[in-house]
């Protein structure tokens, strides 16, 4: 069903954004297929998009996209498109965005340095943002790295965990995945950092890739019920 | 997760879709944000499906609603009809019933699950002795107790479509065709979403408009 794949990797180094959509739980479902179908129908066919996925915990309240660009002038070009701009004005109507810009340092599984998104990955995931002073941002990733191979050791619920790291503002952000059975999260704690973001127990909805040759965009035009705000990357 | 129970008798729609060179899962996707964010909160919606065959071309819809006066009045509303437009226009539609005239074979109540794989054939035209004849073949088989089919015929009888979450076995298979003929359409689906009926406190308006594009 769909390409239903990503692939996260520290060599792949796309231009990665780390979105974490507040709501009410009555909106979460309709924001949550209102994002993937979107981007099923329109914005996967921009140039340079890579691939989203998304993942939404169990009261609906929250959703998490992992989302990859080539680079960062491929995602300023396309969110000058209608295709990609005109449902944000909805979004923004009935939730609130925290929009955050990383690389991949690290990806911790129990074969290679990359996981794969997709159909056989259908697991839950933890996510959490840690900030510091940007000088001590090596220190921190370190830290999470060392914390994270060894609760891979020890946790078998963990398949794979991501490292990632918004070195210009000193924030790093774990992706903590696990089994498709439910599982108890498993947090990182640090004295030495601020944790501004948690977001528990997401389950992966499902991940947009680029399109191969097949395939081709919807042509329509959405609109907000509500009066439109302005928008940049 | 929408279950559709064999006590129910509402007013049920079959949609198939050709939607190539569109991905299927693609219309049946943007159909479920429609219907999640508008649709479901028009008065008299019970409950829709959305399913994409495998082969990723037909698109597969089954909606729930009251009764034929709920669905006649919704469809007077502008906005009910903003997505199927869209939808009308990338795509070519291969078939198209409401009726009441639906049953659960087997069990009491047959369920949509994301990602949950369901056979779909297309008996038509028919007969109204063989639709007869095959309605009582498909209680009668043995596949039916453990899976469940949902059976939808139009309201003259002229065709229908199963909906099964298993493949017959082939005497089964064969007996069906020696009544109905070979379907007319049969294919492998994957169900993208289902929407149930929202709870009161659950409606809002819609929070968007769509229109086709020019170009």
Redesign the interface.
Same mark, same amino acid.
């Given at each position: 069903m769909f390409e239903d794949f990503t692939r996260v990797s520290v060599e792949d180094s796309f231009h990665t954004l780390l979105i974490l959509i507040h709501t009410k739980p009555i909106h979460g479902r309709g924001l949550l297929l209102l994002n993937a179908s979107e981007t099923e129908s329109r914005i996967k066919y921009l140039d340079g998009f890579v691939g989203l996925s998304f993942f939404v915990n169990h009261s609906h309240d929250t959703i998490v996209e992992f989302v990859q660009w080539q680079t960062a002038v491929h995602l300023e070009a396309a969110f000058r498109r209608p295709q990609f701009n005109e449902h944000l004005p909805v979004v923004e109507s009935l939730a609130t965005a925290e929009v955050g810009f990383y690389a991949v340092e690290r990806v911790i599984t129990a074969k290679d340095d990359r996981m794969d998104m997709g159909p056989a990955f259908a697991g839950m995931a933890d996510f959490q943002v840690f900030t510091v002073p940007t000088d001590h941002i090596d220190a921190l990733i370190d830290r999470m790295v060392h914390w994270a191979e060894t609760a891979k050791a020890s946790a078998k619920s963990i398949q794979a965990v991501v490292v990632l790291a918004d070195r210009a503002h000193g924030k790093a952000a774990f992706f903590i995945h696990h089994d498709p059975a439910p599982s108890d999260s498993i947090w990182y704690a640090d004295p030495e950092a601020i944790e501004i973001d948690r977001a528990s127990q997401m389950t992966r909805y499902t991940s947009v890739s680029a399109p191969g040759s097949a395939g081709t965009s919807m042509r329509y035009v959405m609109s907000s019920s509500s009066p439109a705000n302005a928008h940049h990357p | 997760m929408l279950t559709v129970r064999g006590s129910e008798q509402f007013f049920a729609g079959v949609v198939l879709l050709d939607c190539a @060179?569109?991905?299927a899962?693609?219309i049946s996707?943007?159909a =479920?944000?429609s219907t999640?964010?508008r649709l479901k909160h028009f008065e008299g919606y019970r409950g829709a499906a959305f399913l %994409?065959s495998v082969c $990723?071309r037909f698109a597969l819809e089954f909606v729930l609603w009251e009764n034929a006066a709920a669905l006649a009045t919704v469809q007077r509303n502008p906005l009910f009809s903003e997505h199927i437009k869209?939808v009308e !226009? !990338?795509v070519k539609t291969h078939y198209v019933a409401f009726s009441t005239r639906h049953e659960i074979c087997g069990r009491s109540g047959i369920s949509f699950t994301r $990602?949950e794989r369901f056979l779909c054939a297309l008996y038509t035209p028919c007969t109204p002795a063989s639709l007869a004849g095959a309605r009582e073949q498909i209680r009668s088989m043995a596949e039916v107790e453990t899976a469940g089919v949902l059976f939808h015929s139009t309201e003259n009888g002229a065709s229908f479509v199963l909906l099964s979450k298993g493949a017959f076995d082939a005497p089964a298979a064969a007996a069906l065709s020696a009544t109905c003929g070979e379907p007319a359409f049969k294919g492998a689906f994957?169900v993208?979403?289902s929407i149930p009926a929202p709870s009161d %406190?659950?409606r809002?308006? @819609?929070?968007?408009?769509?229109?086709?594009?020019a =170009?």
């Open positions: - | @060179p569109l991905q899962e693609c996707l943007f =479920a944000s999640e964010n %994409a $990723g869209i !226009h !990338h $990602g994957m993208v979403e %406190a659950e809002f308006p @819609p929070p968007y408009r769509l229109a086709l594009s =170009a």
